[in-house]
């Protein structure tokens, strides 16, 4: 029973992670990632839906993403997204593609882009400590419906403890990560 427990602590808490990280990819840097544009939704047709969905999106060299719609008639409908999305990015249309040269952050932009970072990473801590409070209950509930010891109860805090701190250093170290990139000219 304390293994599934932790198990399923530490499920959440990486699947919590994972969430964080793929959030924070989405944040703007210097260089072009298709990350960056993926999930900007586009008004085509009677839906709305991300880029990704009508369209190839890839790099070219450090600063240039290329969108490359599988139906020319979305060309429209995806540049009006972009501009609506205020990521900053001005698309060119070609008729064929769309070219996003992505221009290097000026040092107010970097620090504004760390502050969410900051913001982010944080809401991602507190979810995992919310995940250790969750499983803290359990046990407590384990032992005092004498499913398990007072003894087996700490031992198994302990590693509830333990997968926390663990987790919260990741979530930091992503943070550092991402920071070090923001401030990489």
């Not at 990486?14 to 298709?34: E, F, H, M, N, Y």
């Not at 790099?59 to 429209?76: A, C, E, F, M």
């Not at 944080?122 to 979810?127: M, N, S, T």
Request: aromatic share 2%; proline share 4%; net charge neutral.
């Amino acid at each position: 029973m304390i293994e599934k427990v932790l198990l399923t602590m530490d499920q959440k808490m990486q699947t919590t992670l994972d969430v964080l990280k793929k959030d924070l990819s989405s944040i703007r840097t210097g260089r072009a990632s298709p990350a960056m544009v993926e999930n900007v939704r586009v008004e085509y047709g009677e839906a709305t839906m991300p880029i990704n969905h009508i369209a190839g999106i890839s790099t070219s060299g450090v600063n240039l993403l290329i969108i490359q719609p599988w139906d020319p008639g979305s060309l429209k409908a995806i540049e009006k997204a972009i501009l609506k999305s205020n990521l900053g990015l001005t698309p060119n249309n070609d008729g064929i593609c769309i070219r996003l040269t992505i221009p290097p952050l000026s040092n107010e932009r970097r620090q504004e882009l760390i502050k969410i970072v900051k913001a982010r990473v944080e809401e991602g801590k507190i979810a995992i400590r919310n995940l250790r409070r969750d499983a803290s209950e359990e046990l407590k509930k384990l032992e005092k419906d004498k499913e398990i010891s007072q003894d087996d109860q700490r031992r198994a805090q302990d590693k509830v403890e333990k997968i926390t701190d663990s987790f919260i250093t990741l979530a930091d170290k992503v943070r550092e990560d991402k920071e070090e990139e923001l401030l990489e000219v």
